[in-house]
């Protein structure tokens, strides 16, 4: 089911749970994403300060909830627009009409871009962490079978990123986020799969004169840093990482591993732990000899 067909045929039972969508992570950070807009085959320019193109399901709780105050009269339920942040002019609009049970493309009178835009950016001051969540799809189901949330099966999530960072860090003796070369996080896919993000600092030795350090790098230090990072390349593709590279200046590399779970019950299994661990140690010692 589309993401359009699922927001439409449950829109008021979301509203109906606004306040415990909002207060519940796994999901107020629901993700909703839409199409492309395409305009000749080519597709339209998306930006975070020109378009509404997809965000959370709370910032659109909060884009309706305005939108319903604003036009009440309104039957329209508005999902995108793309247009000017500063004029407010929409170039183009998405959105679904209750009474024709079709998709519009023209905005109501008067709605601008800040109409979407203002919330969003709200939603982002208000959480400014990207939590854990399930999709869309799962909300509504969880929504419809009701319970307590301890029984839901979402619940797992609220403390599953504290409970990796600390078994992990206990198992490779390496913290999240700390002064070390290596550093880790979980974080999602578009698919709210489970995705552990491994970041390699890479980076060369100036070359010394004496007691003083001179500005610049030795044809010897470059050959090892390049050697470094085509080692650290190589081993994570030998694990079936996806790898990629963020060049911070010269002679200094961010090497990026992703490892991809197929759900959230195999974070914290024994295998998947102790699988990082390997890694990380093996890339550890790599940068120690570098």
Not at 51 to 60: D, M, P
Not at 105 to 130: H, K, N, S
Not at 253 to 262: N, R
Not at 274 to 284: D, G, K, L, R
């Amino acid at each position: 089911m589309s993401t359009i067909t699922t927001l439409v045929n449950n829109y008021d039972l979301i509203l109906e749970h606004r306040l415990e969508v909002m207060a519940y992570p796994p999901y107020c950070f629901s993700k909703v994403r839409f199409p492309s807009l395409r305009k000749h085959n080519v597709h339209a320019v998306e930006s975070p300060h020109t378009s509404i193109w997809g965000s959370h399901l709370g910032s659109y709780l909060m884009i309706w909830e305005n939108f319903e105050k604003r036009w009440p009269d309104s039957d329209v339920i508005p999902f995108r627009a793309v247009g000017s942040p500063l004029s407010g002019r929409i170039a183009q609009f998405i959105g679904y009409s209750k009474s024709t049970r079709s998709i519009i493309t023209e905005a109501p009178q008067g709605f601008t871009t800040g109409a979407m835009r203002r919330y969003v950016a709200r939603f982002r001051e208000l959480f400014p962490e990207r939590l854990l969540c399930i999709p869309l799809e799962e909300v509504v189901a969880e929504l419809k079978a009701g319970g307590q949330m301890q029984s839901r099966p979402s619940y797992q999530l609220l403390e599953l990123r504290k409970n990796f960072y600390q078994l992990l860090s206990i198992m490779s003796g390496i913290e999240p986020d700390g002064p070390a070369a290596i550093s880790y996080s979980l974080n999602q896919n578009y698919k709210c799969q489970p995705a552990v993000k491994i970041d390699v600092l890479i980076e060369g030795q100036r070359r010394a004169s004496g007691n003083a350090v001179v500005m610049g790098y030795s044809e010897q230090a470059e050959e090892q840093f390049l050697e470094s990072k085509r080692n650290i390349e190589e081993l994570a593709l030998g694990y079936g990482l996806a790898v990629s590279s963020l060049e911070r200046g010269h002679l200094s590399s961010q090497i990026s591993c992703m490892l991809l779970l197929d759900r959230n019950e195999t974070v914290m299994q024994k295998d998947t732990m102790e699988f990082i661990t390997a890694f990380v140690h093996e890339a550890e010692q790599m940068c120690n000899r570098f």
